[in-house]
Antibody
């Protein structure tokens, strides 16, 4: 079935970097944008950015510019999100999510129909 | 950045009743609006995109309406599995932004 499977939980010290992976299966990886969304405990959802797995093009929320890098390895259908200069406020569950394709209209929507299971990243000294 | 405001923050509803959730955008997002349901410990689940199109497998009791700055998610007859937090999201402009959520709880 169509799914995104993320890497496991991470514990990092302030100032370190974390790299989360997101492996796609059940569909053509290069046909759908991958987005990253995070959620601090008990809080709402925060969009971080997107990547086109075909071209490698990316777009980041200004809040994360300079600290986030989204990449992919098409040979293994995997997307990556690396966040650097971690601080305690970055403690959150990080999700990858796939954009939606409307088969009736032939249009893509940047609404996210498939989500990874989430990766807990804890930043603590 | 477009600010999405959801109301109410908490909605207490009895099973079988109708629930109406609101989402307002600080500027027009056309029909580029999605709704998600999230249960504790789970990833969000897409319910509606394009303001009114149900995602694959979503029951007909969920419906979305609106355009521009005012949007509504209606659950026609609440089932036990519908008690959750609901988020709206605009994807008309970068950065994509989410509302703060509405928690639908059992009355």
């Amino acid at each position: 079935q169509v799914q995104l499977v993320q890497s496991g939980a991470e514990v990092k010290k302030p100032g370190a970097s974390v790299k989360v992976s997101c492996k796609a299966s059940g569909y053509t990886f290069t046909s759908y944008d991958i987005n990253w969304v995070r959620q601090a405990t008990g809080q709402g959802l925060e969009w971080m950015g997107w990547m086109n797995p075909n071209s490698g093009n990316t777009g980041y929320a200004q809040k994360f510019q300079g600290r986030v890098t989204m990449t992919r390895n098409t040979s293994i259908s995997t997307a990556y999100m690396e966040l650097s200069s971690l601080r305690s406020e970055d403690t959150a569950v990080y999700y990858c999510a796939r954009a939606t394709y409307d088969i009736l209209t032939g249009y893509y929507h940047d609404a996210f129909d498939i989500w990874g299971q989430g990766t807990m990243v804890t930043v603590s000294s | 950045e477009i600010v999405m405001t959801q109301s109410p923050a908490t909605l207490s509803v009895s099973p079988g009743e109708r629930a109406t959730l609101s989402c307002r955008a600080s500027q027009s997002v056309s029909s580029n609006l999605a709704w998600y349901q999230q249960k504790p410990g789970q990833a969000p689940r897409l319910l509606i995109y394009g303001a009114s199109t149900r995602a694959t497998g979503i029951p007909a009791r969920f419906s979305g309406s609106g355009s521009g700055t005012e949007f509504t998610l209606t659950i026609s007859s609440l089932q036990s599995e519908d008690f959750a937090v609901y988020y709206c999201q605009q994807y008309n402009n970068w950065p994509f932004t989410f509302g703060g959520g509405t928690k639908v709880e059992i009355k």
